[in-house]
């Protein structure tokens, strides 16, 4: 079997991309998902503010998947379901799985959509018993909203990333006791958006610098240890107390689902956990691109689509054979206060949209693009900075077009 | 239950211990059952150690535990064919780091042979670099006969293969009180069930000296001591060729921390070594988590604390306190003042090694008390393939899709686990329900996302498919559940 773009994983970067190398003139384009449905984790999303940006409307998840899929089918895009790649070579052919046997397809380009995972327990190394009670927030969300089961009565939330906290309040809405949140960091994790909204709004209290450090119980989770933490995240001592719960909720980060393109020898980025891509979104490997969580874990759906569109449009015109692979490059690289920016090599030859995120929360301040002169190329003011917030900034091949070097800091 | 059945073996303890000795009695005509406090066979030492399966070096010449490990070894590779199991004879270096530990290598390479060790050799830095580069230390002891299995594995299929051929398993029963009537023990569970045997075996691990008691045998006692490990994710498991230990030193209890590459491909860091105060200590510390992480970054230095996707624990059934530390000799007896009663006792490393020759021992001992019969229909092979569908060849899986269409479909993204080897697994002999027991015979949930992705999906399964509720749901052991009921 053989296609044009052959789009690995149908969720919200999936559809964009798909919709968007078609409509860009690839003749054939595939979507392969594992679920049974397209829409990927946005079916378990039932919370709204979704699109906001977008469509200028707050959706729930599956009414944002929605309008992607009709538009998908609109375009003729051709998909299959409950089927896994299971390999990915460089030479861009891929192996599937499904119930109909194994297949073997041939791609001209391939876009990487696969989304992420989130860390676990034992990623995080949890110390104490492994009893029941102990969910991802995503594994909740799923068994809450998608199959009508309900974890427990009594929870402890480690972590406030954003999963963690519409969990909270979702627990909350169903019945369930929310002692708190608790957060290593001195900050949130999650949007500033949802604190208000899932935590505050519902007095939730939220406890930072503080963590889990013990859990509890033989069978079913008994109870946690909790304790505050110094500047360098380790407990304090004597500040240790027992909170009984039977149930933790873990929402500590997430991991970009690289397995099949590491596998195929796509150079990964260890600060974004995803593949070094350029300003086409094509990874280290010439024809494979990639976008969405699979490339950098995103706060907003309403960025994954629209960096998935560009994805999607340049595997298209990939599998024309009108883009070539960088030759000669610029690197951008991040400098203080930043903790990464993406792309990390540009051609100068077309605009790009660089997405950054910064070390710690921050207010007044300018992110400033520099050459290797330290010339300020761009900059631009913000009254607040937060790690929670990606920034995604459009930079115009004009302003950058003599540049040999460049480098994005906060000052 | 058959409660009028009155068993001619009685085992107490389905662990790797209990298992091998039920498997090898079933080759006999005897009436067998095997009383397990957990919901699961092998849930305790038999599923918490490093599944290596040791050359012999270490023990002493003339003791059983030096006897029945380099017996044991020889019998590992015809017992995994028949059972299906993984197996691996990857070999081991000891390493000596300085000029003072080389006469330990020596030492030890003249007890092992002694011991009837096949092939061992001292290897120089060259020699050692060919087997595993980057390996540090000066001088090397190469035991080629040291293995890898997966110890929960094999500790399940050796009782699949045991209740294939007649023996009956009954979990979820501790025993609470045993009575020797006549010829006849009445063996008590906590739910208020009498087993009546013949012969009675204790293979009761880290509670043996617990069951003794019962029977007013009060002079023996075990202290628990923990071995903490980290699991590493499949990424850095290229990077280990054979195993690698540092040389012995005096007086310490396990065989120091050490990186050892499971059958899977994961590595484990570890162990530890902690005497704990019960046998239900199973909680892992962040100080010894800690120690590991450090100690493996510097065996393995491309190690990322983000590559850690586990960490358990294990307790070695030690029969020497703390004060004392070291080794002592793995009791097995038939106690004649109690005839009948075969007592295994402080079965520690290399107690998964031994297993298949402490079950020859015990056999022995047995025909002081029976005339063993052999059964002409004794079935020494399990039906199935090796491994997991993920290792087999295209042609392979797409022959075995084309007959059974859910071969097609993976439920576990991680380890590729598909949808008919979980349902196989919920439908395993033994009838074990719990998500641990998919996890140890399917090896779902076992991945770097640790269920994340799959949990929901296996949920769906067993609720669409085996008609499980909410409740049903349990993790490993009784009041284990996982779910509260529906939201609505």
Same mark, same amino acid.
């Given at each position: 079997?053989?296609?044009? %773009?052959? =789009? ?142 309900? %974890?427990?009565?009594?929870?402890? %939330? ?67 240890? =909790? ?92 599998? !024309?054979? !009108? ?35 910064? *070390?710690?929360?921050?207010?007044? *301040? ?27 900034? *459009? %930079? ?16 | ?20 000795? $039920? ?11 095997? #009383? ?23 023990? /002493?010449?003339? &003791? ?29 270096? &000891? ?44 001088? $090397?002891?190469?035991?080629?006969? &040291? ?29 609470? $009180? ?9 063996? /008590? ?24 008691? #019962? ?21 850095? @498991? ?14 310490? +209890? ?10 899977? @491909? ?99 001992? #047995? ?50 686990? &598909? ?22 015979? +399917?090896?779902?949930?076992? @991945? ?41």
């Amino acid at each position: 079997m053989k296609r044009e %773009v052959v =789009v690995i994983g149908g969720g919200p970067a999936g559809l964009a991309a798909a919709i968007s190398a078609k409509r860009a003139g690839a003749r054939d384009v595939l979507i392969v998902e594992r679920d049974k449905r397209l829409g990927g984790i946005l079916n378990q999303c039932i919370h709204d503010g979704f699109g906001l940006h977008r469509f200028k409307e707050a959706l729930s998840g599956p009414e944002y998947a929605k309008r992607f899929i009709e538009r998908l089918d609109a375009e003729g895009v051709e998909y299959m379901l409950d089927t896994m790649v299971t390999k990915l070579g460089r030479d861009k052919t891929l192996e599937l799985s499904s119930a109909k046997g194994l297949k073997r397809i041939e791609a001209k380009a391939v876009v990487l959509a696969m989304g992420c995972r989130e860390r676990t327990q034992g990623a995080i190394m949890l110390p104490g018993t492994r009893p029941s009670g102990i969910y991802t927030a995503g594994q909740a969300q799923n068994l809450i909203n998608l199959q009508n089961i309900m %974890v427990g009565k009594r929870a402890v %939330v480690l972590g406030s990333g954003d999963i963690g906290l519409i969990m909270a309040r979702r627990l909350l809405l169903e019945g369930c006791e929310v002692v708190g949140v608790y957060e290593i960091l001195p900050y949130p994790s999650g949007l500033p958006r949802n604190i208000q909204q899932c935590l505050l709004d519902y007095g939730i209290p939220l406890h930072l610098s503080t963590t889990v450090v013990e859990v509890h119980g033989e069978r079913r989770l008994t109870g946690v240890s =909790v304790a505050k933490v110094d500047p360098n995240r380790r407990p304090l001592p004597n500040t240790t107390s027992f909170i009984p719960c039977d149930t933790l909720l873990l929402s500590v980060g997430l991991i970009p689902e690289n397995e099949l393109s590491r596998e195929a020898g796509v150079e990964i980025e260890p600060m974004t956990g995803g593949p070094l891509v350029d300003d086409t979104l094509m990874t280290s490997l010439e024809g494979i691109f990639a976008c969405g969580n699979v490339l950098q874990v995103h706060d907003l759906v309403d960025h994954v689509s629209e960096e998935s569109e560009l994805a999607g449009l340049f595997g298209a015109r990939f599998s !024309e054979g !009108e883009l070539r692979p960088l030759g000669e490059y610029t690197s951008i690289r991040p400098g203080p206060g930043i903790r990464y920016c993406l792309p990390q090599r540009v051609s100068r030859e077309r605009d790009f949209f660089l997405s950054l995120r910064v *070390k710690e929360p921050m207010r007044d *301040k300018k992110i400033v693009l520099l050459d290797e002169n330290r010339k300020r190329l761009i900059q631009k003011s913000f009254p607040r900075l937060h790690p929670a917030v990606m920034v995604r900034l *459009k %930079v115009m091949v004009e302003k950058i077009a003599k540049a040999k070097g460049l480098e994005v800091r906060v000052e | 239950m058959d409660q009028g059945t009155r068993y001619d073996v009685l085992i107490i303890g389905a662990g790797v211990v209990g298992n091998a000795i $039920a498997r090898e009695l079933s080759k006999y005509k005897l009436k067998i059952g095997v #009383l397990e406090k957990e919901l699961d066979v092998g849930m305790g030492t038999s599923s918490r150690n490093s599944g290596v399966i040791h050359s012999g070096i270490h023990y /002493k010449p003339g &003791t059983l535990r030096a006897k029945l490990n380099v017996l044991g070894n020889s019998m590992f590779e015809r017992l995994c064919r028949e059972l299906k199991v993984k197996m691996s004879y990857i070999g081991k270096l &000891t390493v000596a780091q300085e000029d003072s530990e080389i006469k330990s290598l020596y030492e030890l390479k003249e007890q092992g042979e002694a011991n009837g060790v096949p092939g061992l050799q001292i290897l120089k830095r060259d020699e050692m670099e060919k087997l595993q580069p980057g390996v540090g230390g000066i001088l $090397a002891l190469y035991s080629p006969s &040291t293995g890898i299995v997966c110890p929960y594995t094999f500790t399940i299929r050796l009782a699949e293969s045991a209740f294939r051929n007649g023996v009956s398993f009954w979990l979820g029963k501790k025993v609470v $009180a045993i009575e020797k009537r006549f010829d006849t023990f009445l063996v /008590k569970t906590q739910d208020g069930e009498t087993f009546t045997s013949r012969v009675l075996i204790n293979s009761a691990g880290l509670y043996s000296d617990q069951i003794c008691r #019962l029977l007013g045998i009060e002079e023996y006692k075990i202290y628990p001591c923990r071995g903490e490990y980290l699991i590493l994710d499949k990424r850095l @498991g290229h990077h280990l060729k054979t195993l690698v230990y540092p040389a012995p030193h005096h007086g310490k +209890a396990g065989l120091g921390i050490h990186l050892t590459k499971t059958v899977d @491909g994961n590595i484990l860091i570890g162990p530890s070594n902690e005497y704990v105060n019960s046998p239900e200590e199973y909680a892992t510390t962040r100080e010894i988590m800690e120690v590991l992480l450090k100690e493996g970054k510097e065996l393995l230095p491309d190690l990322e604390t983000s590559d850690v996707i586990r960490s358990f624990c294990g307790l070695r059934a030690k029969q020497t306190p703390p004060e004392v530390g070291g080794f002592r000799d793995f009791v097995i007896e038939h106690r004649k003042e109690i005839k009948g009663f075969i007592n295994l006792l402080g079965i520690e490393s290399p107690g998964l090694t031994s297993a298949p020759a402490i079950a020859l021992t015990v056999k022995d001992l #047995l025909e002081e008390v029976l005339t063993l019969e052999e059964r002409e229909d004794f079935l020494s092979e399990l039906p199935g393939f090796t491994g997991y569908f993920s290792e087999l060849s295209y042609e392979e899986k797409m022959d075995l899709i084309s007959k059974e269409k859910d071969y097609g479909q993976i439920v576990c993204r991680c380890e590729g686990i &598909t949808k008919k080897e979980v349902i196989d697994a919920i439908q395993n002999p033994l009838g074990v329900k719990t998500l641990s027991s998919l996890r140890y015979r +399917a090896r779902v949930m076992m @991945g770097r996302c640790q269920g994340g992705f799959c949990l929901p999906r296996i949920v769906e399964i067993l609720t669409k498919e085996f008609g499980f509720r909410p409740e049903d749901f349990l993790l490993h052991r009784e009041g284990s559940y996982l779910f509260t009921g529906n939201v609505r």
